[in-house]
């Protein structure tokens, strides 16, 4: 089964740092486009980052392009989005998902909370 | 970057019809797909490429296209259908949600 598991969420300061990792189980992480997708509470689905299916390429939103990098380590199936330079409005539950932009079964994890407050 | 637009709210009464817009230029050069969020749960895909429905989703769900908007159109609504529906296209560079449509089954 293809599961995708998300951790690393938590309370974090204004200006501080966080890295969320999103563990793949069930395929191989490394042959397949990966995104992050964020939720703030009581909102919509905002797309964050994605990276290409060599890791050789990566997309931002506008609203984290410089602030946040988004990588992947093959030896652990695990994709990892490193967010710097946190601001208030980056608080959200953040999923990992596999395949949401070609697939026709797209895979999401269950979200991992990030609050940015004071 | 692009934006696409939906309606926040639609309601309908059980055995009914639910159609949910989205708009956006890129639909004119991308294909949609249509996101199912029940609360907290993370997103089902209920369509893609305009209008194939994938595996497993129950058929009174269809889509459609014309132009710049993208329809969702639930047949015959039932209480389980109640939630929120995010349209959602990608382009080379760039991939975008709609604002979400909170479906209301009276």
């Known amino acids: 089964e293809v599961q995708l598991l998300e951790s690393g969420g938590g309370l974090a300061q204004p200006g501080g740092s966080l890295r969320l990792s999103c563990a793949g189980s069930?395929?191989?992480?490394?042959?397949?486009?990966m995104s992050w997708v964020r939720q703030a509470p009581g909102k919509g689905l905002k797309w964050v980052s994605s990276i290409s299916a060599g890791g050789g390429s990566t997309y931002f939103a506008d609203s984290v392009k410089g602030r946040f990098t988004i990588s992947r380590d093959n030896s652990k199936n695990t994709l990892f989005l490193q967010l710097n330079s946190l601001r208030a409005e980056d608080t959200a539950t953040y999923y990992c998902?596999?395949?949401?932009?070609?697939?026709?079964?797209?895979?999401w994890g269950q979200g991992t909370l990030v609050t940015v407050s004071s | 970057s692009y934006e696409l637009t939906q309606p926040s709210s639609v309601s309908v009464s059980p055995g009914q019809t639910a159609r949910i817009t989205c708009s956006g230029d890129?639909?004119?050069?991308?294909?949609a797909r249509w996101f199912q969020q029940r609360p907290g749960q993370a997103p089902v895909l209920v369509i893609y490429?305009?209008?194939v429905r994938p595996s497993g989703i129950p058929e009174r769900f269809s889509g459609s296209s014309s132009g710049t908007t993208v329809t969702l159109t639930i047949s015959g609504v039932q209480v389980e259908d109640e939630a929120d529906y995010y349209c959602y296209s990608a382009a080379d560079n760039y991939q975008v949600f709609g604002g979400g449509t909170t479906l209301t089954v009276l």
């Open positions: 890129v639909l004119t050069k991308r294909y």
């Open positions: 998902a596999k395949g949401i932009e070609s697939s026709a079964s797209p895979t």
């Open positions: 490429k305009d209008n």
């Open positions: 069930g395929f191989i992480l490394s042959s397949h486009a």
